[in-house]
């Protein structure tokens, strides 16, 4: 199983992002996928997920990222717009392949990828 993020990078404050996660090693369709998040000192994120097809989101995105999933390539993506200097975090793509697909926890991690906002 593998899980491999891009699209992080610095940005200003206003500006967006495109976060991609591209899975292999299973099947993509029959899993949740979300979304995380860490700074340093905070507390890890579910920021957004994709469970049996519905998109959820925490309250600090809602109406600024939008997420998708594309079976037909295994690939996540969340779009981020009117970036934060509170969104800058190491983002980290999953997958919860259990019966509830509820992120709780997940059962695959990617690596991250890390998002700068500044003034």
């Known amino acids: 199983v593998r899980l491999v993020e891009s699209g992080g990078g610095s940005v200003q404050a206003g500006g967006s992002l495109t976060l991609s996660c591209v899975g292999s090693?299973?099947?993509?369709?029959?899993?949740?996928m979300g979304w995380f998040r860490q700074a340093p000192g905070t507390e890890r994120e579910l920021v957004a997920s994709?469970?049996?097809?519905?998109?959820r989101y925490a309250d600090s995105v809602k109406g600024r990222f939008t997420v998708s999933q594309d079976n037909t390539k295994s690939t996540l993506t969340l779009q981020m717009n009117n970036l934060l200097q509170d969104d800058s975090a190491l983002y980290r793509c999953?997958?919860?392949?259990?019966?509830?697909?509820?992120?709780?926890?997940?059962?695959?991690w990617g690596p991250g990828t890390q998002v700068t906002v500044s003034s």
């Open positions: 994709v469970s049996w097809g519905i998109p």
């Open positions: 999953a997958a919860d392949c259990s019966r509830s697909q509820d992120m709780t926890p997940p059962t695959h």
């Open positions: 090693g299973f099947t993509f369709s029959r899993c949740g």
